[in-house]
């Protein structure tokens, strides 16, 4: 079946650890996304890639760092700098043709910080 | 990207229609209307869009008024699986094959449906 992979679905870390969350994709899609979405709230983009190699800032990027050496993978880590870390985190990815481009999500990390 | 504004909350009978209403007053010629929902702890799942004509597919009909500034997601027969809640959002047409515009997510409408 084809989709997206996040891992784990609940990572319990100490403050002041970076942490890398996992987002896999066999979609072969282009574009890979990284929100974060804190409790009763909508989606904010983090960072976004639209091809290998490449990657833009989203909305609230501060304390957060991405890389895209795949197509398939695009992991988020979410550094000590990031001041209030503990919120779920979701990972997505599309493929534009034209007038339709949705997004595909993953299940989500749950990321609690102590 | 338009604003959109949706009802914090709405219930439904089961086997009913679920009328889920969205005004975008602001929105231009050239943006789409979008429906995704999330149930509980999940990752969003599209559901459908449309630009100015009526739309229908297996999950949901999305009916936009003639002058685009509302729209309504229509689930025909409610279950109480479709419990969740649902997000309208309006987004320019992709320009490009990389499909790499951002989703702008607001609190949407949480949807209950009663047994």
């Known amino acids: 079946d084809g989709g997206i992979t996040q891992s784990p679905k609940y990572l319990f870390r100490k403050e002041g650890q970076n942490v890398t969350l996992s987002c896999e994709q066999n979609?072969?899609?282009?574009?890979m996304y990284w929100y974060r979405q804190d409790p009763g709230q909508g989606l904010r983009l983090i960072y976004y890639?639209?091809?290998?190699?490449?990657?833009q800032k989203g909305d609230i990027a501060e304390g957060y760092s991405v890389s895209r050496e795949k197509k398939e993978s695009f992991p988020l880590t979410v550094t000590s700098a990031q001041k209030n870390p503990t919120a779920f985190y979701l990972c997505?990815?599309?493929?534009?043709?034209?007038?339709?481009?949705?997004?595909?999500f993953g299940p989500g990390t749950r990321l609690t910080v102590t | 990207d338009a604003k959109t504004t949706q009802p914090p909350s709405m219930d439904c009978a089961e086997g009913r229609a679920a009328n889920l209403p969205c005004n975008h007053s602001?929105?231009?010629?050239?943006?789409?209307v979008y429906w995704y929902r999330q149930i509980h702890s999940q990752g969003p799942q599209y559901i459908i869009h449309?630009?100015?004509n009526n739309e229908t597919n297996e999950m949901a009909s999305l009916i936009i008024t003639e002058d685009r500034k509302s729209s309504t997601l229509i689930l025909p027969h409610a279950t109480l699986r479709d419990t969740a809640v649902y997000y309208c959002?309006?987004?320019?047409?992709?320009?490009?094959?990389?499909?790499?515009?951002?989703?702008?997510f607001g609190t949407g409408t949480r949807l209950t449906i009663i047994p």
């Open positions: 997505a990815s599309s493929i534009g043709t034209g007038e339709s481009y949705e997004q595909y």
């Open positions: 979609l072969n899609h282009d574009a």
């Open positions: 890639s639209q091809i290998v190699n490449d990657f």
């Open positions: 602001t929105i231009s010629g050239n943006e789409y």
């Open positions: 449309g630009l100015k």
């Open positions: 959002i309006v987004r320019a047409r992709a320009i490009s094959n990389f499909g790499n515009e951002k989703l702008t």
